[in-house]
């Protein structure tokens, strides 16, 4: 604010200057008017300090309202800046949210599919069980040995102890006992059988017949006796010519008794066997054999028995009974008569019926 002009108040107040002669009630009469004049200054310095204090305070005031412009602009781009920080976390809470949850699903899923995999690795290996003994079954109807049903049993046993869950010890039992109750069971060997029969049916051609018996053969000591006599040139002793002639006189009485041969058959139509029926003789003995084998093979043996009858009885009938090549074909069908029945190889109905119950508690 322009200051007050302070001049003529002065000039008013300041008294002019009195000549020596002026009295002094002149001077109490210009009193007044210069304490006036003096508080007139008074008041002027004092408004004009507190113009002074008022400026300053204005001054103070704009600043301090510039500072707060700015501290509030400050403030707005903070303010701003945390609310696009918050928004920018919630996106990041709600997305890790979305994240968290779907983990939460893929664990929950993985779970499930580890559970339905642990299941399903079960239900494969019983499933492969129960198809390998079925098989195994199909095997031992057909060759007729309990082989097949037991080594499917073994490995069966062994695959289970592998995976070692306590749901399939009760499967593995099963298995043990079945093991045990197959080898319990003596099933017939068909292929001894058969290796027996192909001895039997090799034998065949050279069998004496009772028509054309077998030749008998001149004993050792008769023939030595014989070729000694001789060969004796030089004269010998008569105790040596006594036991020479005693030689001899046995290997002729040997000789005169193979040419007449008593031999008892039941049969008078052995024979009466032509040279030329005894070839088919011989062949029809070999296919009896021979279905015998193939009714074995196919696991028929009331057909097989029926052919080794038919086998045996030809064998007594029509050959001769002492000797050995005879005896030795009538032994092995004899054997293989007595072996060849059905023997039923026990169902491992345990092991199944386990499987199944462990199949129908998952």
Same mark, same amino acid.
């Given at each position: 604010?322009?200051?007050?002009?302070?001049?003529?108040?002065?000039? @008013?107040?300041?008294?002019?200057?009195?000549?020596?002669?002026?009295?002094?009630?002149?001077?109490?009469?210009?009193?007044?008017?210069?304490?006036?004049?003096?508080?007139?200054?008074?008041?002027?310095?004092?408004?004009?300090?507190?113009?002074?204090?008022?400026?300053?305070?204005?001054?103070?005031?704009?600043?301090?309202?510039?500072?707060?412009?700015?501290?509030?602009?400050?403030?707005?781009?903070?303010?701003?800046?945390?609310?696009?920080?918050?928004?920018?976390?919630?996106?990041?809470?709600?997305?890790?949210?979305?994240?968290?949850?779907?983990?939460?699903?893929?664990?929950?899923?993985?779970?499930?599919?580890?559970?339905?995999?642990?299941?399903?690795?079960?239900?494969?290996?019983?499933?492969?069980?129960?198809?390998?003994?079925?098989?195994?079954?199909?095997?031992?109807?057909?060759?007729?040995?309990?082989?097949?049903?037991?080594?499917?049993?073994?490995?069966?046993?062994?695959?289970?102890?592998?995976?070692?869950?306590?749901?399939?010890?009760?499967?593995?039992?099963?298995?043990?006992?079945?093991?045990?109750?197959?080898?319990?069971?003596?099933? *017939?060997?068909?292929?001894?059988?058969?290796?027996?029969?192909?001895?039997?049916?090799?034998?065949?051609?050279?069998?004496?017949?009772?028509?054309?018996?077998?030749?008998?053969?001149?004993?050792?000591?008769?023939?030595?006796?014989?070729?000694?006599?001789?060969?004796?040139?030089?004269?010998?002793?008569?105790?040596?010519?006594?036991?020479?002639?005693?030689?001899?006189?046995?290997?002729?009485?040997?000789?005169?008794?193979?040419?007449?041969?008593? *031999?008892?058959?039941?049969?008078?139509?052995?024979?009466?066997?032509?040279?030329?029926?005894?070839?088919?003789?011989?062949?029809?003995?070999?296919?009896?054999?021979?279905?015998?084998?193939?009714?074995?093979?196919?696991?028929?043996?009331?057909?097989?028995?029926?052919?080794?009858?038919?086998?045996?009885?030809?064998?007594?009938?029509?050959?001769?009974?002492?000797?050995?090549?005879?005896?030795?074909?009538?032994?092995?069908?004899?054997?293989?008569?007595?072996? @060849?029945?059905?023997?039923?190889?026990?169902?491992?109905?345990?092991?199944?019926?386990?499987?199944?119950?462990? *199949?129908?508690?998952?």
């Amino acid at each position: 604010m322009p200051e007050p002009p302070l001049a003529p108040a002065a000039a @008013a107040a300041t008294p002019p200057p009195a000549s020596p002669t002026v009295s002094m009630s002149a001077v109490w009469r210009h009193a007044p008017v210069v304490v006036l004049g003096v508080v007139a200054l008074v008041a002027a310095g004092i408004a004009w300090t507190a113009h002074t204090r008022v400026q300053s305070v204005e001054a103070e005031l704009v600043k301090r309202q510039q500072a707060s412009s700015d501290q509030a602009a400050e403030a707005r781009i903070a303010a701003k800046q945390a609310q696009e920080v918050a928004q920018e976390s919630a996106a990041k809470l709600a997305l890790l949210e979305v994240r968290v949850a779907e983990s939460a699903f893929q664990r929950t899923q993985i779970e499930e599919l580890m559970q339905s995999v642990a299941r399903s690795r079960d239900e494969n290996v019983l499933s492969d069980v129960d198809a390998s003994l079925r098989v195994a079954m199909q095997q031992t109807a057909i060759t007729g040995s309990a082989e097949p049903l037991i080594a499917a049993l073994k490995q069966a046993e062994e695959r289970l102890a592998r995976y070692s869950q306590p749901q399939l010890e009760r499967v593995r039992r099963a298995i043990a006992a079945d093991i045990e109750k197959t080898r319990a069971v003596a099933v *017939t060997d068909i292929a001894a059988l058969t290796i027996r029969l192909d001895e039997a049916i090799r034998l065949v051609d050279d069998l004496p017949l009772l028509a054309r018996p077998e030749p008998r053969r001149v004993r050792p000591v008769a023939a030595a006796a014989w070729a000694a006599g001789g060969a004796a040139s030089a004269p010998a002793a008569p105790a040596d010519w006594s036991a020479r002639w005693r030689d001899i006189g046995e290997q002729v009485w040997s000789e005169v008794r193979s040419l007449v041969r008593l *031999t008892p058959i039941d049969q008078p139509e052995a024979m009466l066997i032509a040279p030329d029926q005894s070839f088919f003789l011989r062949e029809n003995l070999k296919l009896r054999l021979l279905n015998a084998r193939l009714a074995l093979l196919s696991r028929q043996f009331d057909t097989a028995q029926s052919d080794l009858r038919d086998a045996r009885s030809a064998l007594d009938r029509y050959f001769d009974r002492n000797a050995r090549g005879v005896q030795s074909a009538t032994e092995l069908v004899r054997q293989v008569s007595g072996q @060849a029945r059905l023997v039923s190889v026990p169902r491992p109905d345990a092991t199944l019926a386990a499987i199944a119950a462990a *199949t129908a508690g998952r």
